[in-house]
Every structure is written in C-alpha cells, then in structure tokens.
C-alpha cells in the first residue's frame, strides 16, 4: 500500500498558484518525498524531491513540515499544460522501487 | 533525446501469445526498473535491476513473466501466454544509484492490448 494519502482531485484557475497537499504520517527518517506527474499517455515526469528542507527548483517548489508528516508542492503560476496527475511518493535514499498511490488530478482551468 | 527509450510504444496480440518489450536506460544509469499501469491507478512495480543483477521481483510478476538486462544497459520485459489481465502500460525508469539521491526517470511506456 501507499504510504501517502493525497485529494483525488483538484481545480486550479490558470495563472494561479496550485497548491497540491499530501499526508506521510508514517514516513520514516531516511525517506525522502518524491513528486512526480504524468500527463495522459506519457510516462511519469519527474518534478521534485526533499528531505526535510524546502527545496525549489524551475518547476515547483515543495513544502514539508517540521515533523516531515505532510508536504505542499506548489506550482506557482499554473497553465493548462500543467493539467496532469500528480503523485507523491515517499521512498528510502537511492529511491527504491516506489508505491504510487492514485495521485491527484489536477485540472488548470482557463 | 538522452531519456529512457521504450520500443514498441504499442503493441496488439491476441490472447496466448508471447510478447516482448525493450527498455533503452538514460546512459550510464545503473539501475533500471520495470512497472505495470492499469487505467486509472498508479504504476505498480514488477521488478528491478543493479546493472545486470535482478534484485528485486513483485509478487506481481508471475511465472510467466521475465526481464533481463544481459550486459547492465537495456532490458527486454517477456510476457508469455499473454492473458486479457495483462493489458496494461508497461513503464521502464532508470537511476543512477550514487554517493546522493537521484530520482527514478520514466519512459513513456508500451501500451499493450491483448485481444
């Protein structure tokens, strides 16, 4: 089973930032949060991952909380083509096979 | 294009056949992973590869399945006596296992149809 708990689903208005959360209450020390998308038909997309701190990058930024229990990736001014299932996934450094849970569907709507 | 490299995208069969599929890595990576995506749930891991050892298999990938990755580059997935169950996107993903973490890189898949 997953290890994450995300929405099913998610609207965003284009140019808006979206904030997409997800629930780790389990997650152990050494793993890291991943997050990945995938857009209908294409192979999933890597996007982000983090320890404990913040990190950012030229797509996302992602949030975790101090007691590493929840994260927040953030897409900071959504379009359309960001419309996409988004998953997060909690993994052991050198990321070890990883358990998708079903992920949210984020729609960016005009 | 340097990203992971699937042949074919699509494949057909009828039912009780055998199939195979490829899985070209990013360069260099040294690990390289199989999945299996059924529509609307998230990829399920099968198995996975430390250069050419298969360290891993899922209790998904019966006895009729079988991957290889003969010299630790790319990898062949086989299916045989395919059923209507196995219709499914297979994906490939690779990572360079490393002093620091690196992410898994996906492939687009094959998207197989069983008759």
């Known amino acids: 089973d997953a290890k994450t708990t995300q929405p099913p689903s998610m609207d965003c208005a284009e140019g808006r930032a979206a904030n997409l959360p997800c629930n780790h209450s389990t997650i152990s020390g050494n793993e890291y949060v991943y997050w990945y998308r995938q857009i209908h038909s294409q192979g999933p997309q890597y996007i982000i991952h983090?320890?404990?701190n913040n990190e950012t990058n030229e797509m996302a930024s992602l949030i975790i909380t101090e007691d590493r229990k929840s994260s927040t990736l953030i897409l900071p001014h959504a379009t359309l083509r960001d419309t996409a299932v988004y998953y997060c996934i909690v993994s052991l450094v050198y990321g070890q096979n990883f358990v998708f849970g079903p992920g949210t569907r984020l729609s960016v709507l005009p | 294009d340097t990203g992971v490299s699937q042949d074919p995208r699509h494949k057909i069969t009828k039912r009780g056949q055998n199939v195979t599929f490829r899985c070209d890595p990013i360069?260099?990576?040294?690990?390289l992973y199989w999945y299996r995506q059924t529509l609307g749930q998230g990829p399920e891991f099968l198995t996975y590869f430390q250069n050419e050892a298969q360290l891993e298999k899922s209790r998904l990938l019966s006895d009729r399945f079988s991957a290889e990755r003969p010299k630790g580059s790319f990898s062949t997935l086989e299916i045989q006596r395919t059923e209507q169950g196995d219709s499914a996107m297979y994906l490939c993903a690779s990572s360079l296992v490393s002093g620091d973490n690196q992410p898994q890189h996906f492939g687009d898949g094959t998207r197989l149809s069983i008759l």
């Open positions: 983090g320890l404990k």
């Open positions: 360069s260099e990576h040294n690990r």
